[in-house]
């Protein structure tokens, strides 16, 4: 058999195996659904409006000042104001980023933060508001300075 003939044979088994390996993935990994059906359970901004009203207000306030910068962008640019267009889609862009990158992740740590303390206060027993009000004597006032010897 020459190098051509073996070559050819390696590369028609090859593709074969992937072809398994492709048909086994796919069938193990479908496509995700992207209908825009309604999700079960909460969003994380339903979470937030819940539990964090103040902080889902600034991300709202953040999503209408790109949405504001963008419709802005788009009639400069219908207009012919290049210039302004540009302008305004870097305003749009960096509305964006300080929502998504500073707002909404802030407003989501305080909506579990406050969701786990309003919990803890449902549960049973007690929470204890510091170390010097527990019962093991752990960083009892006074207890904690240095002595010289």
């Known amino acids: 058999m020459s190098p051509a003939e073996k070559q050819a ?3 028609q088994a090859d593709r074969k195996m992937r072809a398994a390996a492709e048909k086994t993935y796919n069938k193990e990994m ?4 992207t209908t ?4 079960k359970g909460q969003s994380i901004m339903d979470s937030v ?3 964090s009203p103040n902080q889902a207000a ?3 306030e953040g999503d209408a000042n790109t949405k504001r910068y963008g419709e802005t962008a788009s009639k400069n640019f219908t207009e012919g104001k290049y210039g302004s267009a540009a302008l305004n889609a870097a305003k749009g862009l960096g509305s964006a980023a300080d929502t998504m990158l500073l707002k909404a992740p802030k407003a989501a ?3 579990v933060r406050n969701r786990v303390v309003d919990g803890a206060k449902k549960a049973s027993g007690g929470m204890v508001s510091s170390a ?6 752990c960083a009892t006032k006074g207890k904690t300075r240095g002595k010289f010897i």
């Not at 825009?36 to 999700?39: C, D, N, P, Q």
């Not at 010097?132 to 004597?137: F, P």
Request: net charge negative; glycine share 4%.
């Open 36 to 39: 825009f059906a309604k999700l």
């Open 49 to 51: 409006r819940k539990y």
């Open 9 to 11: 044979r390696e590369e």
């Open 58 to 60: 600034e991300v709202d």
């Open 109 to 111: 740590a305080f909506a």
């Open 132 to 137: 010097s009000k527990r019962a093991d004597g």
């Open 30 to 33: 479908p496509e995700p659904d």
